[in-house]
């Protein structure tokens, strides 16, 4: 943190730093700060952090109509559960800092999930898991595997059998749409060889999700309970992204 601290003063990015702790609620820090006018929030931490910065960024939007257009920077820290920023083009800690002062904004789409939000992507098991598709196709799926609604392109190894798919439907976090992966391994067959796992490939603006049992899990970190209304708002935040980003 020291070492950011002195680079970002390096490069003239003076502001108001603020550490959050077990007493300090980020809701209530980032809504204070929009308050007094900030012109720029800057998330430090992983995907559990910028998360959290996205949802108190909208929620106080929606509570006092302030912070419409406030640009959000990131700035990653540590190697774990840190998915999100290279896909938006940051590298690590110093690159970030470089990539906050060459200030390149980009207005992104976010995905809702009830009444919580998400950058990159929703996950929930597919086993026993029934999506509701525009309220006119319903598919109850009960093989296990993966079902994926990206809304950024994914930051990690992609199964075989979805390369095909993301290669000609590439996931773009400003078309107004998400992509929805189901991605499932067949229970093997008595009399025949066990079949090649099958990937199933949508676009879509809204579905909901319903699992009595397991939960649906935004940007690898917020955990949600279904039924979970998912869809996409177009267009709605500010994003301060590196010129070396995973979408054009």
């Given at each position: 943190m020291a070492q950011i601290e002195t680079r970002i003063t390096d490069l003239g990015l003076n502001g108001k730093?603020?550490?959050l702790d077990v007493m300090r609620n980020i809701q209530d820090a980032v809504s204070n700060e929009i308050k007094r006018g900030a012109k720029t929030i800057i998330a430090v931490g992983n995907d559990i952090t910028i998360n959290r910065v996205v949802n108190?960024?909208?929620?106080?939007?929606?509570?006092?109509?302030?912070?419409?257009?406030?640009?959000?920077?990131?700035?990653?820290?540590?190697?774990?559960?840190?998915?999100?920023?290279?896909?938006?083009?940051?590298?690590?800690?110093?690159?970030?800092?470089?990539?906050?002062?060459?200030?390149?904004?980009?207005?992104?789409?976010?995905?809702q999930a009830n009444q919580n939000y998400f950058l990159s992507q929703a996950s929930i098991t597919s086993k026993n898991t029934t999506l509701e598709i525009d309220q006119n196709y319903s598919v109850e799926i009960i093989d296990p595997g993966l079902i994926n609604i990206f809304n950024l392109p994914p930051a990690y190894a992609i199964p075989p059998t979805q390369k095909d798919f993301l290669k000609n439907n590439q996931p773009f976090p400003g078309d107004g749409k998400l992509d929805l992966y189901i991605n499932t391994k067949p229970k093997k067959s008595l009399i025949k060889s066990k079949p090649p796992p099958s990937t199933s490939y949508f676009s879509l603006d809204k579905l909901t999700i319903i699992n009595n049992k397991e939960p649906i899990t935004l940007d690898n970190s917020l955990k949600i309970q279904t039924p979970a209304q998912i869809s996409v708002l177009k267009n709605k935040l500010n994003i301060i992204v590196g010129k070396d980003r995973g979408f054009v």
């Amino acid at each position: 943190m020291a070492q950011i601290e002195t680079r970002i003063t390096d490069l003239g990015l003076n502001g108001k730093i603020i550490r959050l702790d077990v007493m300090r609620n980020i809701q209530d820090a980032v809504s204070n700060e929009i308050k007094r006018g900030a012109k720029t929030i800057i998330a430090v931490g992983n995907d559990i952090t910028i998360n959290r910065v996205v949802n108190a960024i909208l929620r106080t939007e929606i509570n006092t109509g302030l912070g419409a257009n406030l640009p959000l920077g990131i700035i990653p820290i540590g190697d774990k559960n840190n998915l999100i920023a290279p896909i938006l083009g940051i590298t690590d800690a110093e690159d970030a800092c470089d990539v906050l002062s060459a200030r390149r904004v980009e207005k992104l789409d976010i995905g809702q999930a009830n009444q919580n939000y998400f950058l990159s992507q929703a996950s929930i098991t597919s086993k026993n898991t029934t999506l509701e598709i525009d309220q006119n196709y319903s598919v109850e799926i009960i093989d296990p595997g993966l079902i994926n609604i990206f809304n950024l392109p994914p930051a990690y190894a992609i199964p075989p059998t979805q390369k095909d798919f993301l290669k000609n439907n590439q996931p773009f976090p400003g078309d107004g749409k998400l992509d929805l992966y189901i991605n499932t391994k067949p229970k093997k067959s008595l009399i025949k060889s066990k079949p090649p796992p099958s990937t199933s490939y949508f676009s879509l603006d809204k579905l909901t999700i319903i699992n009595n049992k397991e939960p649906i899990t935004l940007d690898n970190s917020l955990k949600i309970q279904t039924p979970a209304q998912i869809s996409v708002l177009k267009n709605k935040l500010n994003i301060i992204v590196g010129k070396d980003r995973g979408f054009v």
